[in-house]
């Protein structure tokens, strides 16, 4: 999990180690959860 209040409100992306997205949303209470059962190779985040 990342922790860090100035990353609230930011999207994500998760893509796997062929850079295909496996997911997606929105950063809420400053947390981003990295999932253990996905293949997480990078997290792009996007501030709107």
């Known amino acids: ?3 860090w209040p ?3 409100g930011m999207s994500y ?9 496996i997911g997606s949303g929105t950063v ?5 959860k990295i999932p253990n059962d996905l293949p997480v ?4 985040l996007k501030r709107k």
């Open 28 to 32: 809420s209470g400053g947390r981003l």
């Open 1 to 3: 999990m990342l922790e």
């Open 13 to 21: 992306t998760l893509h796997d180690w062929h850079f295909q997205e």
């Open 41 to 44: 190779f990078s997290v792009e």
């Open 6 to 8: 100035t990353l609230d």
